[in-house]
Every structure is written in structure tokens, then in C-alpha cells.
């Protein structure tokens, strides 16, 4: 499976960004997707996943009530909607898909980072 993220970008603190995530190969459609981020010098964290149905959602307590994420599973896609930005949530953004509930461990595939930067 090939994951293409696009979407990062440059925003002001408080402001908003989308990333989109196209799913392409072969791949279960049952999989779960996701994204986590890594900040530099940081691990890579959660963020978000979102059942193959796009019925069960869950977030990391730090992005909860900010970002939403969906899908469209007819056309491969998952979106991570992220409003009122803070400098916290800079750094590379990772698309990834696996088994639910997905978690670091059992990814599957990774897309490649698209970063986002806020500016303050």
C-alpha cells in the first residue's frame, strides 16, 4: 500500500490547515487510518485514527476538540482537519493505516511527512 500526504503548510497560531491522505496498492480496506506527527527532536506521537467504516474515531487528549479527522473510503482518502493551531502541533505529519485500533505498533504503512509550521 502507498500512502501520498499532502496538505502542510505555513499558519499563523490560530489558524487552520487540512491534510489529505490518498491510500493507493494493494492494501486491506478494512484497515484503519491515521496520522501521528513528530516534532523535532521529539518521538513520533498519535494524533488521530479512524476506523475502516469512518464510524469510530479517536483522538490524543492534546488535539481533542481541535481536529477532526474523516474518511472517504470510497475513494481511499482520510482528511485531518486541524483548527486553532498552537506552536505545539508543528512538525512532520504522518499518514499511516493498520489494523484497529491503530497505534504506532501495528502500522502498516506510512505515508511520507508533510509539515506543518505555526507561527506565532
Known amino acids: 500500500v502507498q500512502l501520498q500526504a499532502s496538505g502542510g503548510g505555513l499558519v499563523q497560531a490560530g489558524g487552520s490547515l487540512r491534510l489529505s491522505c490518498a491510500a493507493s496498492g494493494r492494501y486491506s480496506h478494512t484497515y484503519a487510518m491515521g496520522w501521528f506527527r513528530q516534532a523535532p527532536g521529539k518521538e513520533r506521537e498519535f494524533v488521530a485514527a479512524?476506523?475502516?467504516?469512518?464510524?469510530?474515531?479517536y483522538y490524543s487528549d492534546s488535539v481533542k476538540g481541535r481536529f477532526t479527522i474523516s474518511r472517504d473510503s470510497a475513494k481511499n482518502t482520510v482528511t485531518l482537519q486541524m483548527n486553532s493551531l498552537k506552536s505545539e502541533d508543528m512538525g512532520a505529519y504522518y499518514c499511516?493505516?493498520?489494523?484497529?485500533?491503530?497505534?504506532?505498533?501495528?502500522?502498516?504503512?506510512w505515508g511520507q511527512g508533510t509539515q506543518v509550521t505555526v507561527s506565532s
Open positions: 479512524i476506523s475502516w467504516s469512518g464510524g469510530s474515531t
Open positions: 499511516a493505516a493498520g489494523p484497529w485500533p491503530l497505534k504506532s505498533i501495528n502500522v502498516r504503512a
